[in-house]
């Protein structure tokens, strides 16, 4: 009896414990919006987050709305330490896309921008904004820019910011120069931030197993104890 008991007790331990942890495996944080992909490598240790790269690509066409403006290039990028102020430089119709991405965590993160385009003699450029953006007025929820365009030919441009717990953004990918590589030529934005793993919690199978597994084990100690007692 002594033996069963010890191992059904080895037993419920032992699937309690990968319950928890397939539990938090299954849990997906994606954070955005736009039916983008999420690749997240392994852990590099158990004392801090994993590196998560979150990847949106598009095409800037000739159907793409436009704004009314864009800002200047002064080669400054904002930084999680040092941001920018809205300083435009150009009025004009510039077309562009947009794409939302909300960070995932109760944490603030510092994330990693960058725009890469396909087109090597297309000039593309960024910005990013807090919670919407406005086309007429491009200054209004402005956060953050690279102080750069992607230039011919083209480089990646990249920035990073301080993203508040569950803060969304908007991300603004538009044309320079509206030369006829730029329309109709793709680019990539990844972003990149040491994002906190969730929490793992039982879902509702979890904590049915959790319960009968209990209820089994209740019963094994209470019989161990009524056999103990009889022997007596």
């Known amino acids: 009896m002594n033996y069963n008991f010890r191992l059904l007790s080895f ?3 032992f699937l309690c414990s990968f319950l928890v942890i397939s539990e ?12 983008n992909i999420v690749v997240n490598p392994m852990r590099p240790s158990a004392l801090m987050p994993p ?24 080669a400054v990028a904002s930084t999680c330490e040092v941001p920018k102020i809205c ?6 119709a510039f077309p562009y896309n947009q794409h939302s991405f909300t960070n995932p965590s109760s944490e603030s993160v510092c994330i990693e921008v960058i725009l890469s385009t396909l087109c090597t003699e297309g000039n593309v450029g960024f910005d ?33 910011y ?22 109709g030529g793709g680019y990539e934005l990844a972003i990149n931030g040491m994002f906190p793993a969730a929490v793992p919690t039982l879902g509702q199978w979890g ?11 209740g019963v094994v100690a209470i019989k161990s104890r009524q056999f103990t007692f009889n022997k007596a």
């Not at 495996?25 to 736009?34: E, F, K, S, V």
């Not at 904590?207 to 084990?217: D, K, N």
């Open 87 to 92: 300083d435009i430089f150009s009025t004009d």
């Open 11 to 13: 037993v419920f331990v």
């Open 51 to 74: 590196m998560q790269s979150f990847t949106f690509s598009g095409t800037i066409t000739a159907a793409s709305p436009t704004k009314s403006a864009r800002l200047n290039r002064n």
């Open 128 to 160: 990013i904004y807090d919670g919407s953006f406005d086309p007429s007025n491009i200054c209004t929820n402005y956060l953050a820019d690279p102080g750069l365009s992607s230039g011919v030919p083209a480089v990646d441009v990249m920035l990073s």
């Open 24 to 35: 938090g495996i299954a849990q997906t944080d994606t954070g955005m919006t736009d039916g």
């Open 162 to 183: 301080e993203l508040a717990p569950s803060q969304t953004i908007v991300i603004v990918v538009f044309d320079v120069n509206q030369a006829t590589c730029e329309i």
């Open 207 to 217: 904590l049915i197993i959790l319960g009968i597994l209990l209820a089994i084990f």
